[in-house]
């Protein structure tokens, strides 16, 4: 049976002669403790410096016979608790109808990832909160105001056109903004990552073990996210990959977003931020192996993958590498001028293009023009290794990719010499 009293622990002395009183929990000879706001001098111990059963009694009787009263209630459940446990659910008696605020709570998860360096997947847990705030018109929100009328009322919102004004880094209010309504792959996107938070601060606060359940409720479980609409295509014909590289752009940002566009192409759809990470020697080697920012995080075997540095990816490197990280901060910077860029070299072009569409035109090409197989184009984009169990023994073989690699690019330089033999006899 578990053990409750307030003791003092003679080697914490304070410089001021004081000692501050502490609950001692002792289970299965493992000790923890719970501090009090409390602080006796020498005249409330024993000679032992021990606090005396008369200081005990009259400040702290009450509440140890409470939490001795929760042991005995836990019954035959204490057998399976380690003190740690005990503590929680003692604690947790004390906290009976605390408010938990859920905008404080998600202001602490974009907190912890700024201070793990993942800025930009803070940003989606920012706009969510901004959202929350103007839905709500409020700075803090009970947690258990969250329900799924809540829910279906914040998604009216967000289809809804709206003008929204926010704070700069210098803490200045911007321009009002209108805003469109989000279309219905904007507002799942939205209320999966408020799912995502709702079930981390559940987690967060909720003990089964300790029978302690601040957050009883699931809203999302009585609430349907709606459901996904198809996507449109971020896919480039061969014909119009021609085009880019064959395209003439003006002044630095089209330059650059040509040139990215077209790296990201020959390595297997590589994305901009790996592009500003790991593009810093302009002495690069025959293959590339990297850790894709995206999921390294989030899969076992980190999102390695390894592509070949074909020669029209490796004059682009020798141009870039070094200079990108000199001029930019970080790959947001990087980004912002790749979407000035496209933004004018798609006007000239006359079809859309971003950088998304080297990855997706990359995918497309190699399974319908080279007609390789799904498994070795997923493998080829690093979606599918790591995610099977064999490949905890098997060695990933990276002449797949390689092999897709060079498919996708003789599709394409092949398409760009007969068109070049075209524009030769129209000349002639």
Same mark, same amino acid.
């Given at each position: ?12 002395? /304070? ?10 929990? #002792? ?13 006796? *001098? ?29 042991? !005995? ?17 003692? $604690? ?14 998600? $202001? ?9 360096? /993942?800025? *930009? ?6 706009? !969510? ?11 803090? @929100? ?13 998604? /009216? @919102?967000?289809?809804?056109? /709206?003008?929204?004004?926010?704070? *700069? ?14 279309? *219905? &792959? ?12 709702? &079930?981390?601060? +559940? ?28 996507? +449109? ?8 990959? !021609? ?27 590589? #994305? ?26 989030? +899969? ?27 001029? @930019? ?5 990087? &980004? ?19 950088? @998304? ?39 990933p073989d990276w002449s797949v990719v390689h092999k897709v690699q060079a498919g996708v690019i003789k599709a394409v330089e092949e398409a760009a010499s007969a068109r070049a033999v075209e524009e030769l006899k129209g000349v002639g």
């Amino acid at each position: 049976m578990a053990t409750v009293n307030a003791v003092v622990l003679k080697h914490q002395m /304070k410089q001021d002669g004081t000692w501050n009183v502490k609950i001692y929990i #002792n289970h299965k000879s493992d000790a923890k403790y719970i501090e009090t706001s409390a602080y006796v *001098t020498r005249s409330s111990l024993d000679n032992k410096l021990k606090l005396k059963q008369a200081y005990i009694d009259r400040y702290f009787g009450a509440q140890l016979s409470r939490y001795r009263d929760a042991i !005995v209630l836990l019954g035959t459940r204490i057998d399976y608790m380690k003190s740690i446990d005990i503590r929680e659910h003692l $604690q947790s008696l004390d906290k009976k109808g605390e408010v938990i605020d859920f905008f404080n709570e998600i $202001q602490l998860r974009i907190d912890e990832l700024r201070e793990e360096g /993942k800025v *930009t997947q803070s940003y989606i847990f920012i706009s !969510v909160l901004n959202h929350l705030k103007d839905f709500t018109d409020r700075s803090s @929100y009970n947690i258990s105001g969250i329900n799924p009328i809540f829910l279906m009322d914040f998604e /009216k @919102y967000l289809r809804k056109p /709206k003008v929204i004004v926010r704070k *700069t880094n210098i803490g200045k209010l911007t321009r009002p903004l209108q805003k469109k309504g989000m279309a *219905t &792959n904007g507002v799942l996107t939205y209320l999966g990552y408020l799912r995502t938070l709702f &079930n981390m601060i +559940r987690k967060k606060y909720n003990n089964p073990v300790a029978d302690h359940f601040p957050i009883p409720h699931n809203p999302f479980d009585h609430y349907d996210l709606p459901k996904e609409t198809v996507r +449109r295509k971020r896919n480039l014909t061969v014909d119009r990959i !021609v085009d880019i590289m064959t395209c003439h752009p003006v002044g630095f940002w089209e330059t650059l977003s040509k040139d990215m566009f077209l790296l990201s192409f020959y390595l297997c759809g590589i #994305n901009p931020k790996d592009i500003f990470v790991y593009m810093v020697n302009p002495d690069i080697g025959n293959f590339l192996e990297y850790g894709r920012s995206k999921v390294k995080d989030h +899969r076992k075997d980190g999102g390695i993958t390894n592509v070949m540095v074909v020669e029209p990816a490796r004059d682009i490197i020798r141009k870039y590498a070094g200079f990108l990280q000199d001029r @930019y901060t970080n790959h947001l910077g990087f &980004n912002q001028a790749l979407s000035k860029g496209w933004k004018s070299l798609s006007d000239k072009l006359g079809f859309k293009c971003t950088m @998304y569409y080297a990855r997706h035109s990359f995918s497309n090409i190699a399974r319908q023009v080279c007609k390789f197989s799904k498994d070795d184009v997923s493998f080829a984009l690093n979606h599918k290794y790591g995610l099977d169990i064999t490949d905890v023994y098997i060695e990933p073989d990276w002449s797949v990719v390689h092999k897709v690699q060079a498919g996708v690019i003789k599709a394409v330089e092949e398409a760009a010499s007969a068109r070049a033999v075209e524009e030769l006899k129209g000349v002639g």
